[in-house]
């Protein structure tokens, strides 16, 4: 009775309660047993609501991974033939992730010209790798990404962060699917470049740095006004005085950060 517990009830008679609906069924009268067979059929043929709709949801949670995995092998098809049939190349961006738990992610995105000169950006592959950041792990998610897209002779630039070099891209697992420098455009020489948005953090970065004590004397003098209601009013007095036009109050800026 797995599935049932036995309950007493009036005239010396037992009913049988299913765990899951709890609905109840005639089980012994008395001396006389009524049976199991009824039971079996609530729970073996589905007659349990609890069990239909455990049922349902699971039917419903297959077919929507099925259904997805049709349209992700439809969609993949389709930019497939894209790629067979564009007069132009794939440029790839990687990114790379690494979380709190240490699990490393690497993410390839293509980037294509149509036929009609239409600018398309297709997320390509998604991986969880052991080490984002080396060498054979990077190598051979790009390595993956131009077997499983057949884009070796479609390949223009990979585009690389901070936490990349070019000696990670011509490493010796991906070596072999870039050994035809016929296929690249220029023999290579523009193969790898570099995200201008990094280029321009790390140039940021440099001023920055370049201006620290700058910062560090406007964040004290910041610090000093607004201790004090009398000193953040005579500042404002003073700002008017001198006629400097400004809609904005002082304020400290979150996490000891300069907003620049």
Not at 10 to 32: D, W
Not at 240 to 249: N, R
Request: overall charge positive; some cysteine; proline content about 2%.
């Amino acid at each position: 009775m797995e599935h049932f517990t036995i309950e007493a009830v009036a005239g010396g008679c037992t009913r049988a309660c299913c765990k899951l609906c709890k609905q109840t069924f005639a089980y012994s009268s008395g001396s006389k047993i009524a049976g199991t067979s009824h039971l079996k059929r609530h729970i073996a043929l589905g007659s349990c609501p609890k069990i239909k709709n455990q049922e349902k949801k699971m039917l419903a949670l297959t077919s929507g991974r099925q259904l997805r995995i049709s349209i992700y092998q439809k969609e993949k098809q389709s930019l497939m033939q894209v790629f067979g049939t564009m007069p132009g190349r794939v440029s790839l961006t990687i990114g790379l992730w690494t979380t709190s738990q240490t699990l490393g992610y690497v993410c390839l995105t293509g980037q294509f010209i149509d036929s009609d000169w239409r600018l398309h950006r297709r997320m390509l592959n998604f991986m969880m790798v052991s080490s984002p950041h080396s060498e054979n792990a990077l190598s051979e998610a790009i390595g993956v990404s131009l077997s499983d897209w057949s884009m070796k002779s479609k390949l223009f630039t990979i585009t690389l962060d901070n936490n990349c070099s070019s000696h990670d891209i011509y490493s010796a697992n991906l070596r072999d699917h870039l050994s035809n420098k016929n296929t690249l455009m220029l023999k290579g020489q523009l193969f790898v470049v570099r995200c201008y948005a990094h280029i321009l953090n790390v140039v940021a970065q440099d001023v920055i740095a370049s201006i620290h004590g700058i910062i560090y004397n406007i964040r004290e003098s910041v610090k000093f006004i607004k201790a004090s209601p009398a000193r953040e009013e005579n500042f404002a007095e003073i700002a008017l005085q001198l006629e400097i036009p400004s809609t904005k109050t002082l304020s400290l800026d979150a996490g000891g950060r300069l907003g620049i």
